[in-house]
């Protein structure tokens, strides 16, 4: 190969890594958008804002206060084993420690979630289920808006709620661009729901093939499942799809670690640092939240148990300089 085909060559694979690194970099600015929609929002820790959150006990009548702390101790042990890396040097060892960060930030947000779901006598180990609620409690407002954020509607036809869109919010959208604003945050975080959404409708069409191919509604004129859904038949899927919430994106987040999609932030040009950083502060903001929705629930003096019968600091900072301050 001569110099001319040489450069000509590595042209092209540079040209071709760089496009298989652009989801992952649309990922990465994704994230770094919830992130700064929740630490611009100055209201974020003041929980007295939220009505719900002013009414809160205990509505499990059996309630067990160590299924809570049981809970707790894993989903803080967990974020622990997530904040262990924060002091790493190598961006190369955050790169290839995603396999673990992603589903470490998914669990640790489930397991607190859960258990201010065991206080209030609605906890199940379903994941669909305790997502359902969550967007639930989204849609009725019972969390602070910073995180207060949701898509709903069918087959091209979806709405967004908790955030300032214009309708073609979405119309020359370049999710490669930095973040410096309120308003590009939010369009990130719009277009994050919408694929998430139709992520979810896609995943939903492939695991219910079989059950599909018995409805008319699915079928040909020979009876068969047809290859092409048209709109008619998204919105029977989208129907079955609850409201789209930012517990979906970290779930979906969790999906991407396995290998192949891993494999594509490989060849992402990202700072893998900050992607932890701003993980784990999204992480921490929505344990924040479900701790001091359990404490207020069980009060104080059981809250406190819990706490100090844990060895780490990372929940004790959060129960020491936000929730005893609310």
């Given at each position: 190969m001569n110099r001319r085909d040489q450069t000509l060559f590595l042209i092209g694979k540079n040209e071709e890594e760089y496009k298989k690194s652009?989801?992952?970099?649309v990922f990465f600015n994704h994230f770094n958008a919830i992130n700064y929609h929740i630490i611009n929002d100055k209201d974020r820790y003041n929980l007295k804002l939220v009505n719900f959150y002013n009414n809160i006990k205990v509505k499990n009548p059996v309630l067990k206060i160590d299924d809570c702390r049981k809970l707790l101790w894993n989903a803080?042990?967990?974020e622990c084993a997530f904040n262990?890396?924060?002091d790493a040097e190598s961006d190369d060892f955050y790169k290839f420690a995603l396999h673990w960060h992603f589903p470490q930030a998914y669990y640790s947000v489930y397991l607190t979630m859960t258990a201010f779901h065991e206080s209030q006598g609605i906890a199940n180990d379903n994941h669909e289920k305790s997502i359902k609620l969550f967007g639930n409690s989204i849609k009725d407002s019972h969390y602070p808006n910073a995180i207060s954020f949701y898509a709903n509607g069918e087959h091209k036809d979806?709405?967004?709620?908790g955030l300032n869109l214009k309708k073609d919010f979405d119309k020359g959208f370049n999710g490669l661009k930095s973040i410096d604003s309120f308003d590009k945050a939010e369009i990130q975080i719009g277009v994050f729901l919408k694929s998430t959404r139709k992520e979810n409708a896609l995943n939903k069409r492939k695991r219910g093939e079989k059950e599909h191919s018995k409805r008319k509604e699915f079928q040909n004129s020979n009876g068969d499942l047809v290859k092409s859904f048209?709109?008619?038949h998204w919105d029977i899927i989208y129907k079955t799809i609850p409201e789209t919430t930012l517990l979906n994106i970290l779930y979906r987040l969790r999906l991407k670690a396995n290998y192949r999609d891993i494999e594509t932030f490989m060849n992402a040009d990202i700072n893998f640092k900050q992607f932890h950083t701003c993980l784990g502060e999204i992480v921490s903001y929505l344990n924040f939240v479900h701790e001091a929705y359990l404490h207020k629930?069980?009060?104080n003096l059981e809250y406190k148990k819990i706490v100090d019968g844990f060895k780490g600091e990372y929940h004790k900072e959060r129960y020491r300089n936000l929730i005893l301050d609310i």
């Amino acid at each position: 190969m001569n110099r001319r085909d040489q450069t000509l060559f590595l042209i092209g694979k540079n040209e071709e890594e760089y496009k298989k690194s652009i989801p992952s970099r649309v990922f990465f600015n994704h994230f770094n958008a919830i992130n700064y929609h929740i630490i611009n929002d100055k209201d974020r820790y003041n929980l007295k804002l939220v009505n719900f959150y002013n009414n809160i006990k205990v509505k499990n009548p059996v309630l067990k206060i160590d299924d809570c702390r049981k809970l707790l101790w894993n989903a803080w042990s967990t974020e622990c084993a997530f904040n262990m890396a924060s002091d790493a040097e190598s961006d190369d060892f955050y790169k290839f420690a995603l396999h673990w960060h992603f589903p470490q930030a998914y669990y640790s947000v489930y397991l607190t979630m859960t258990a201010f779901h065991e206080s209030q006598g609605i906890a199940n180990d379903n994941h669909e289920k305790s997502i359902k609620l969550f967007g639930n409690s989204i849609k009725d407002s019972h969390y602070p808006n910073a995180i207060s954020f949701y898509a709903n509607g069918e087959h091209k036809d979806f709405k967004y709620f908790g955030l300032n869109l214009k309708k073609d919010f979405d119309k020359g959208f370049n999710g490669l661009k930095s973040i410096d604003s309120f308003d590009k945050a939010e369009i990130q975080i719009g277009v994050f729901l919408k694929s998430t959404r139709k992520e979810n409708a896609l995943n939903k069409r492939k695991r219910g093939e079989k059950e599909h191919s018995k409805r008319k509604e699915f079928q040909n004129s020979n009876g068969d499942l047809v290859k092409s859904f048209s709109k008619k038949h998204w919105d029977i899927i989208y129907k079955t799809i609850p409201e789209t919430t930012l517990l979906n994106i970290l779930y979906r987040l969790r999906l991407k670690a396995n290998y192949r999609d891993i494999e594509t932030f490989m060849n992402a040009d990202i700072n893998f640092k900050q992607f932890h950083t701003c993980l784990g502060e999204i992480v921490s903001y929505l344990n924040f939240v479900h701790e001091a929705y359990l404490h207020k629930a069980i009060g104080n003096l059981e809250y406190k148990k819990i706490v100090d019968g844990f060895k780490g600091e990372y929940h004790k900072e959060r129960y020491r300089n936000l929730i005893l301050d609310i």
